[in-house]
């Protein structure tokens, strides 16, 4: 191919497809600083659009910190190329955006003609990197903080309190909401650990690729962009680390924390040195661990090396006579956070609580009154119609456990069924009406017909609001 022919339509198309479809930012700049070439998946990462930079200063667009030049600028002064450098640079509408770069000169002749940069977007890991190594000191959450009179609440506090006084692995196990590092906290702050860290790190929240080093940390040049960074294990010595859904971390990664476990020590990405830690282990995990170990999410070694005390925190449905002191409790919270005086609860609302299956534990149940006491306005008492709406229907009224019709008359003779059956659908319509306080739309609703079909039934049986 001829130096013209790079220069044809053809080959420009196969240039501008080939920069729009890689995965990685492109930004060229001429002598000028102006930029000349700036593709899809840059506007993307720094949230611009096209004609906001193309053809304007690059100065004009981004802002640098005090500290720190643009790359870009730095290639087309200096003629230097540079390799895996981090940015952190602004938008023109202040966002704050986290590259790794690959910058080169253009030079032509000896002279510098442009600059061009190649670029990966770690915004994101940036701020989960930022968000873990901010201090991080858990709330003075005591045994007493733990709500439940229960027999099965209650054996399962004996127990954890029995745990506060070595510094064994704990594993946690319980339905989403149960109260799963409650009981961590708990455990750590009624330890001879109480005075240095708790930190808490969920597994399922972070990439795979980032995981490894927020646990063990880093040595600068370890990996593109990573400097002197202590991991968790470490920002955790003397104190207790809690390992939320252990299920979810790669197995790779398990491997390396039983190695933890068994040895106290552990070694930053590119690192040949050993450092001895001393910190205790809690972890959790939302399901039934041998299923996990079946299903290969949880290698059985650490399981058996994690469970030297475990707990089962029992599900909501399976306490229930909590519920009334776990109603009482939210309600005092929310009264201090909103400056309200609310007193309680109707009892068939509470009746019907009782009834739920809460799939959601204790964590629902808070969110339900959280949402009902927004729901109310100088009121005292928390009643169907103040739920949150996707709640209403859930929460069905209790039946009346009287005999709604007699199946015979005094004298013994069966009553026709048409009566019986009539009898009921007006006990039914009755009672939704009640429940939601003479709503008909909203009874209609929760009986599964129309508002005109239900004022029909109503005239029919000759009931009235």
Not at 236 to 249: C, F, K, P, V, Y
Request: with cysteine; net charge negative.
């Amino acid at each position: 191919m001829t130096k013209s022919n790079y220069s044809t339509p053809l080959v420009q198309s196969i240039f501008e497809k080939i920069i729009n479809e890689v995965d990685a930012g492109i930004h060229a700049i001429d002598e000028h600083g102006t930029t000349i070439i700036y593709n899809e998946q840059m506007m993307k990462m720094e949230s611009m659009e096209k004609h906001d930079v193309l053809h304007k200063n690059l100065l004009d667009v981004f802002m640098f910190q005090d500290n720190q030049e643009s790359t870009l600028v730095k290639a087309l002064r200096e003629g230097k190329t540079t390799i895996n450098v981090k940015q952190t640079y602004f938008n023109n509408k202040g966002k704050e955006i986290t590259t790794i770069n690959n910058t080169f000169p253009i030079i032509d002749d000896g002279k510098i003609k442009g600059a061009v940069e190649i670029a990966k977007d770690v915004t994101q890991l940036e701020k989960l990197i930022r968000e873990n190594n901010r201090h991080r000191e858990s709330k003075m959450v005591t045994f007493e903080q733990i709500i439940g009179s229960s027999t099965a609440i209650q054996d399962v506090v004996n127990i954890a309190k029995r745990a506060t006084r070595t510094p064994s692995s704990v594993l946690i196990v319980g339905d989403t909401g149960t109260g799963k590092e409650l009981f961590a906290q708990s455990i750590h702050n009624g330890s001879s650990r109480s005075a240095k860290p708790f930190i808490s790190q969920n597994c399922a929240a972070i990439p795979d690729t980032l995981m490894e080093s927020l646990l063990f940390g880093t040595v600068r040049g370890a990996f593109t962009g990573s400097a002197d960074q202590p991991g968790l294990f470490e920002q955790a010595n003397g104190g207790t680390l809690l390992l939320d859904e252990i299920n979810s971390l790669p197995t790779n990664l398990q491997a390396k924390l039983l190695r933890v476990l068994q040895e106290k020590t552990i070694r930053r990405i590119g690192d040949t040195k050993e450092r001895t830690i001393d910190v205790r282990i809690i972890a959790n995990m939302n399901e039934d661990p041998i299923d996990a170990i079946n299903e290969n999410r949880l290698r059985k070694d650490l399981y058996y090396r994690l469970g030297v005390v475990t707990l089962q925190i029992p599900p909501l449905r399976e306490r229930k006579e909590d519920i009334p002191e776990l109603v009482q409790t939210f309600i005092q919270k929310y009264n201090d956070r909103f400056q309200m005086e609310v007193m309680g609860i109707d009892e068939r609302v509470m009746s019907s609580f009782s009834q739920y299956e809460w799939p959601g534990n204790v964590r629902e149940l808070e969110h339900v009154i959280e949402g009902a006491m927004n729901l109310m306005i100088g009121e005292e008492e928390i009643h169907y119609h103040h739920l949150p709406f996707q709640y209403q229907n859930r929460f069905l009224p209790p039946v009346n456990t009287k005999v709604i019709s007699q199946v015979r008359n005094e004298d013994q003779a069966y009553v026709p069924l048409k009566k019986q059956l009539l009898q009921f659908e007006a006990h039914c319509i009755k009672e939704a009406l009640e429940h939601h306080e003479d709503n008909i739309s909203q009874t209609a609703k929760a009986l599964g017909m129309s508002r005109q079909s239900l004022q029909y039934r109503m005239r029919r049986l000759n009931i009235t609001k």
